[in-house]
Nanobody, 125 residues
Framework: VQLVESGGGLVQPGGSLRLSCEVS????????IGWFRQASGKEREGVSW????????YYADSVKDRFTISFHSAWNRAYLQMDNLKPEDTAVYYC???????????????????WGQGTQVTVSS
């Protein structure tokens, strides 16, 4: 599985960005696609993920009602729409995927086995 992120950049507080993740190489029907982020000096944390089998969704409390994840299997693309961005959203954002069952997916970073290279998002005036 290969994942390639794009769409990061510099945006002012209150602005929006849409991250895109091109996915290739899936060989099984059930998988999870997720977005994670890592701010400078901090651990990588889960932002949002979607589980394909039943479309279970997860959002971190810090991004609920501001971020929206979507995955279009026909296009092999996952998206993270980020609205009302805040300075604390500044981080490198990673797209990730896994064939692990939901129980493992819910564990966060350790549950995902395939990772993109990351894209920088900077929220600053």
């Amino acid at each position: 599985v290969q994942l390639v992120e794009s769409g990061g950049g510099l945006v002012q507080p209150g602005g929006s960005l849409r991250l895109s993740c091109e996915v290739s190489g899936f060989t099984l029907d059930y998988y999870a696609i997720g977005w994670f982020r890592q701010a400078s000096g901090k651990e990588r944390e889960g932002v949002s993920w979607i589980y394909s089998r039943d479309e279970t969704l997860y959002y971190a409390d810090s991004v609920k009602d501001r971020f929206t994840i979507s995955f279009h299997s026909a296009w092999n693309r996952a998206y993270l729409q980020m609205d009302n961005l805040k300075p604390e959203d500044t981080a490198v954002y990673y797209c990730a995927a896994t064939y692990a069952p939901l129980r493992a997916v819910m564990s966060g970073v350790s549950g995902f086995e395939f990772w993109g290279q990351g894209t920088q998002v900077t929220v600053s005036s």
